[in-house]
């Protein structure tokens, strides 16, 4: 009966091809955005969840300069105005656990023929602990390199394909920063993107002590333009973060109202609201999507009301023989699912294509999952039990004398 | 409900049928009564508008009474739900429309077994059994035809091999000629009386008098009344007795 009745929807599909086509299609572009969307969506909040994992836990970074820009000022970080000793002083707050100065800037960097400019990093051996970088290979420095200012250098697996290829080993190598020559000691593991989408790999660390004398130079000695804080937990972030203000303040001599010439910024709150953000924009791209999918059910509703317009006659026929009134229902709302599982299932197809597509024209992280497929799906088929309800229990309702007579 | 015990298959009494309009209330029938007995050959006659196709609509549970007694069978029609009178249709009568109405997208033995298919009975015995009516009308090669490929009378006849398909005790003919010219008419005749010589009751509808000739009785419909009800043959019930 089920069978018979599976025939009967292939075949009355059959029978006007460009019209079940057209009705399919509205379903195949909502489910392929759908697909898409949610593949785009996953993606992005995926990567930032990684970037927010690679950065470490319960961070604040203190930026030189004031918090706001007003007026014709440089940009927060730029004038030096913190140095070694407050962060030496940091270190001694309740509630915090590490602190790692950061001098940075980009430097061309030269082993044997090859050059690379990259981004390098100068700061104390904490670094490594508060970001939870562990090296691939290779050991860190110590607080012995930071006191005599050793020429060593970790390097980012990004700088160091660029610099060595793949069939140097970088360790014990010697490359040159600028004008002097570091011994590469360790290699660090792959970060990924920051949230900034800034590559995290394409980097050198060096000791600050060595930063500052030998590549950035002309500074006031112990001068640094930001420093990493990393509070104990989550709780006492709060605290810290007031704890850092004022102890700032006492240090640099800011009467209460007057402008601070540093800013503390909580980089995890930063990190919790681009995650929402990324949410939000993947939530809205899977509404917009959906609508599309609605559009596609009311073009089914539309074309099963006709279609049981047109075959008015036969309905009668059916009834006439003895086809009761759940039967020609059932014909006609397995008619409408029929259309929309199979222009689901091409949806898909195209949906899935699409997103790989994007991926490799991009490059940007994106995510099927068989979540958002099976969602997709159930969906579709809803939309066509819903859409296609009506007009099957319009037919099913038909007289069969006046339907006769059409 | 009620039963009656008795060899009528349709006994109709007091049978009203309205219309309610804008324009008023419409009569159709009034006050049917007539007992059609199991094996009869009934031919109903009448001008058009007489109610003559309203009461074989009624008959085919096609249709409602407005009020009066139908059984079928010995069973009560009136007051039944629309399955129960789906079922009807589709065991105990075979119906033979004017126009054929045959499905045109699907092949003939497709068209013929399509009252299986509401019967629940499975694809192989469906197309088996439809093949040997196709076979018994004469239209076996014709099986993977569509109706359009065929003439009217074969489709005709189709529709007769559809009727049958569920052994039904009645058939019952909306002027089953009515489309067809005069020589393949009477062929459609000969079918239906040898139908009849099997024992099945049947009961047509036609305005054309040679037709009618081939009926063992003839009822003639003048203004929703039954105003002439003859014998003309002895009916194969009753030369049994």
């Known amino acids: ?406 | 409900m009620t039963t009656v015990l008795s060899k009528n298959v349709i006994s109709v009494s007091h049978l009203y049928k309205e219309y309610y309009t804008d324009a008023g209330t419409f009569s159709v029938l009034k006050d049917v009564n007539i007992d059609i007995e199991a094996g009869d050959f009934v031919a109903i006659m009448g001008p058009s508008g007489s109610g003559k196709s309203t009461f074989m609509n009624i008959l085919g549970c096609l249709d409602k009474p407005t009020k009066g007694d139908y059984f079928l069978d010995g069973q009560t029609v009136a007051n039944l739900e629309n399955d129960a009178l789906a079922n009807l249709r589709n065991k105990t009568i075979g119906f033979v429309f004017q126009g054929f109405n045959l499905l045109a997208r699907s092949s003939l033995v497709d068209n013929v077994a399509l009252p299986l298919v509401y019967s629940g009975v499975d694809k192989d015995e469906r197309t088996a059994r439809a093949l040997k009516l196709l076979e018994k009308v004469g239209l076996a090669k014709h099986s993977a035809s569509r109706p359009n490929q065929i003439s009217g009378g074969q489709q005709q006849r189709v529709a007769i091999a559809r009727a049958l398909i569920n052994n039904p005790r009645l058939i019952l003919a909306d002027e089953p000629t009515g489309n067809l010219d005069t020589t393949t008419s009477h062929e459609i005749m000969m079918l239906f009386n040898e139908l009849n010589q099997d024992g099945i009751t049947v009961v047509l509808v036609t305005h054309e008098q040679d037709i009618a000739d081939h009926a063992s009785r003839q009822i003639k419909f003048v203004d929703g009344s039954i105003v002439e009800d003859v014998r003309t043959k002895i009916s194969h019930s009753q030369e049994r007795h």
């Open chain 1, 1 to 406: 009966m089920f069978s018979a009745m599976f025939g009967e929807a292939w075949r009355a599909m059959g029978a006007n091809r460009l019209r079940t086509f057209l009705t399919m299609l509205g379903m195949v572009i909502g489910v392929g955005a759908v697909v898409l969307m949610m593949a785009i969506g996953q993606g992005a909040e995926d990567s930032v969840k990684k970037s927010i994992s690679s950065m470490g836990s319960n961070l604040f970074i203190v930026l030189s300069g004031p918090p706001s820009s007003g007026g014709a000022r440089s940009a927060s970080g730029n004038a030096a105005t913190l140095n070694v000793k407050d962060a030496n002083a940091m270190s001694d707050l309740d509630g915090v656990i590490a602190v790692a100065p950061l001098s940075m800037g980009n430097a061309q960097v030269i082993y044997a023929g090859n050059n690379w400019n990259t981004a390098i990093l100068g700061t104390s051996p904490s670094f490594l602990d508060i970001r939870s970088w562990s090296l691939l290979d290779g050991y860190a420095f110590g607080l012995s390199d930071m006191r005599s200012a050793t020429r060593v250098a970790l390097i980012g697996t990004t700088t160091a394909h660029s610099l060595f290829g793949d069939d140097v080993d970088p360790i014990g190598k010697t490359i040159r920063i600028k004008a002097s020559p570091f011994t590469i000691i360790g290699i660090l593991e792959s970060k990924g993107q920051s949230l900034d989408g800034r590559d995290q790999d394409d980097t050198i660390i060096v000791p600050l002590s060595t930063a500052q004398r030998k590549i950035f130079g002309n500074q006031i000695p112990g001068s640094v333009r930001q420093i990493m804080v990393q509070a104990e937990s989550d709780k006492v972030m709060g605290m810290v973060e007031d704890n850092l203000n004022s102890l700032l303040k006492q240090r640099h001599n800011i009467r209460e109202g007057a402008e601070q010439d540093f800013s503390v910024r909580n980089l995890t709150a930063l990190a919790k609201s681009a995650a929402e953000t990324t949410k939000t924009m993947s939530l809205l791209l899977g509404a917009i999507a959906s609508v599309s999918l609605l559009v596609g059910g009311i073009g089914i509703m539309n074309i099963m009301l006709v279609s049981v317009t047109e075959r008015t006659r036969e309905i009668g026929i059916r009834m006439a023989i003895g086809a009761r009134e759940r039967d020609i229902l059932l014909q006609f709302l397995l008619e409408a699912v029929v259309i929309s599982i199979v222009g689901c299932l091409i949806g898909i197809a195209i949906g899935v294509g699409g997103a790989i597509l994007v991926k490799n024209l991009t490059e940007a992280s994106i995510i099927i999952s068989l979540n958002a497929i099976t969602l997709a799906f159930t969906v579709a088929t809803a939309v066509g039990v819903f859409f296609g309800f009506y007009p099957a229990k319009k037919a099913a309702k038909l007289n069969p004398i006046e339907a006769l007579r059409f």
